[in-house]
């Protein structure tokens, strides 16, 4: 069986999608021209499709699918083509739409305040949600990351821009906002906050909280109380200039002199760059030793204003210029590690002295962390100590996460291998000698 999206034209990025929901004999995903499609798992056969925006005024959608409480959730893209963020909640049996939450508020909604009142900016305003959110099925909350704030020359916004950069929790019955955390308050700097939150339960000064997550683009790492959002740590990974720290009393970064140069038109290098201190590929956490591991991004970013121009649907539309510095040659990609969330400290890492990962991690119970490298090699690393045990060639580049799971008493580990998304059409050096493809890998794990 076979299913062709027929996607006209692609907006952002590449031809790149993040995965699939299953549920109840369907499988869902979302396309590239803002579709959602649900498929008969055993046929293949469209069983429903919804258009859920204009991909002509740059909406599009990379991410998987989530099934919370029997609602089918989707997110979306375009933050850099001026798009209003949000995430659309669908009856997976008919394709009905349930509920819409936009992540930028409207008119006479809380939040709307930190926009400005007489303008549309808010139309434009970003806070795209293009990575699968994390489920807890004992509180009934979706907690899902929310994009840069747009554009990203801050000129026609005002205040922290809600609900951008940050994540929000809400009911996945009705869409209801519960609570929300903005890592990055009126984000100037593309630090889209919309990758993985880990939801785990942990102790914390003796007591067991329930606690989210998330190394932020931004750089720093945070511990949050996934009950009511409240910040119970914070700390950086990764060089940064644009804040000082986290204030844990109010939440809030304690910003550098960065934004207001910013503002004012100077050209300034920005750490972390516009990619992040960490990207979208999911850190894995290991509960057993209180550690999560990542892959860091260590570059920085010349970022430069200027004035924004007209808003064209479909357009860019970010307000600014940005090049990569000069690196010197020994300076490293950026790093494998781990670290713990609470204290910040970091317990190894590991330059990245080729290129940058952009896979995901997994933490088994057996004290291996599996990631995979762009040029292709699927990796076991010892988590006491970052070193390599073991390797395999998967013939194209890694980009996607190792799953695990057993069946019939064995312990196996997937993974998918093939460039794609950005790095297919970045100019990415590892390009140059990585082919595309697209096949999947899986091992067993033996008892030694
Ligand atoms: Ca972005």
């Not at 293949?44 to 204009?54: C, I, L, P, Y």
């Not at 083509?81 to 949000?86: E, L, P």
């Not at 000129?155 to 209801?176: F, H, M, N, Q, W």
């Not at 804040?243 to 809030?252: K, T």
Request: net charge negative.
């Amino acid at each position: 069986m076979d299913w062709d999206p027929a996607t006209p034209r692609v907006v952002c990025c590449g031809v790149s999608n993040k995965g699939a929901a299953i549920y109840n004999g369907k499988l869902f995903r979302t396309t590239l021209d803002a579709f959602v499609v649900a498929l008969d798992m055993k046929t293949g056969k469209e069983v429903w499709k919804e258009k859920f925006a204009e991909w002509k005024e740059g909406y599009s959608s990379t991410g998987a699918p989530l099934i919370a409480n029997g609602v089918l959730i989707t997110g979306m893209s375009g933050a850099e083509y001026g798009v209003r963020g949000f995430l659309d909640g669908w009856d997976p049996d008919t394709g009905n739409k349930l509920w819409r939450r936009y992540t930028v508020p409207g008119p006479g909604e809380i939040g709307f305040e930190t926009w400005p009142a007489d303008t549309d900016a808010y139309r434009h305003g970003g806070g795209s949600t293009w990575i699968t959110g994390s489920y807890d099925p004992g509180l009934d909350l979706v907690y899902w990351g929310t994009g840069n704030a747009a554009p990203w020359n801050p000129s026609l916004r005002s205040g922290d821009s809600l609900y951008t950069a940050g994540v929000v929790a809400i009911r996945p019955k009705t869409g209801e906002l519960v609570w929300h955390y903005q890592w990055t308050p009126n984000d100037m700097y593309d630090y889209d906050g919309v990758n993985e939150n880990v939801l785990a339960d942990i102790k914390v000064d003796s007591q067991m909280r329930k606690v989210l997550m998330h190394a932020d683009r931004n750089g720093f790492l945070y511990v949050l109380d996934r009950i009511d959002g409240k910040v119970i740590a914070a700390h950086p990974f990764e060089k940064m200039n644009w804040a000082e720290r986290i204030d844990i009393a109010s939440g809030r970064p304690v910003l550098t002199e960065l934004s207001k140069r910013l503002i004012a038109g100077e050209e300034v290098e920005m750490w972390p760059g516009t990619r992040g201190g960490k990207n979208w590929a999911p850190m894995a956490f290991n509960p057993k030793k209180g550690l999560v591991y990542f892959s860091s991004l260590h570059r920085a970013r010349v970022v430069k204003f200027v004035p924004l121009g007209e808003y064209k649907p479909g357009q860019r539309f970010v307000g600014a210029e940005t090049k990569v510095p000069e690196v010197p040659p020994e300076e490293p990609w950026g790093y494998y590690m781990a670290v713990d969330p609470l204290t910040g400290e970091t317990k190894w890492k590991v330059a990245l002295s080729d290129f940058a990962f952009w896979a995901g991690m997994l933490a088994t119970d057996g004290g291996l962390v599996f990631t995979g490298r762009q040029t292709g090699e699927f990796i076991a690393i010892d988590e006491a100590n970052g070193e390599i045990l073991w390797q395999f060639q998967t013939g194209s580049g890694i980009n996607s996460s190792p799953i695990t799971y057993t069946f019939k008493g064995r312990q196996y580990v997937t993974v998918l291998s093939g460039l794609g998304g950005l790095s297919a059409v970045a100019g990415t050096p590892v390009r140059q000698f990585v082919p595309s493809g697209g096949s999947v890998w899986t091992f067993v794990l033996l008892p030694e």
